[in-house]
C-alpha cells in the first residue's frame, strides 16, 4: 500500500538522491546534477514552508515517488507555484498512481498552507501519459506561453 508521507532530511536523503539518479537518467525533461540537487535539497530543508512541501510516497517503507514545489514572486507583486515534475524510479512509476497521490497532495498544500489558488506544472507535449494524468486532475493548458533559449 501506498502512503503520503511527508520528508524527513535525517532518514530520507539518501533514497531521494537515489531516486534523483534513476529519475535524471530516464524520466525528467531536464538534465541536472547530483550535486546541484543535494545542495537545492538542503537550502529547502532550512526553510520549514519548503521543507513541508517535499511530499514522499512509501510503499512497505520504500520511498518510491517524491513531488517538490517552487515559490517565486513576480514584477506586479504576485505570487506564483510551479509544482515540479514528480521524481519516480522507471520501474515504480506505471500504473501505480503514485504521480497522481503526489500531485493531489501538492495542490493541497500549495491551496491550504500556502494560500496560492493557482499553480503551473510543466509538461512536454509528448508526454502523454502525463497530459492524461492532468487531464484526469482537471489540470488544463495555461494560455500563458512560455518561450525558451539556451544563454
Known amino acids: 500500500m501506498i502512503v503520503i508521507d511527508r520528508y524527513d532530511p535525517r532518514k530520507d536523503k539518501e533514497e531521494i538522491l537515489e531516486i534523483f539518479e534513476d529519475f535524471i537518467e530516464n524520466k525528467s ?28 510516497a512509501r510503499e512497505n517503507g520504500k520511498i518510491v515517488g ?14 506564483n507555484c510551479l509544482i515540479h515534475q514528480v521524481m519516480t524510479k522507471k520501474e515504480d512509476s506505471y500504473k501505480r498512481s503514485i504521480e497522481e497521490r503526489i500531485i493531489r497532495e501538492l495542490m493541497k498544500y500549495v491551496k491550504t498552507t500556502l494560500k496560492i489558488n493557482k499553480a503551473y506544472i510543466k509538461c512536454r507535449d509528448s508526454d502523454s501519459a502525463l497530459r492524461s494524468l492532468l487531464l484526469k486532475l482537471g489540470i488544463k493548458k495555461s494560455k500563458e506561453v512560455l518561450y525558451g533559449t539556451e544563454l
Open 29 to 56: 525533461y531536464f538534465f541536472s546534477y547530483k550535486e546541484r540537487f543535494e545542495s537545492e535539497l538542503n537550502k529547502r530543508v532550512l526553510d520549514l514552508k519548503y521543507r513541508n512541501s517535499i511530499i514522499l
Open 66 to 79: 517524491a513531488g517538490f514545489v517552487s515559490t517565486y514572486i513576480d514584477i506586479l507583486g504576485n505570487e
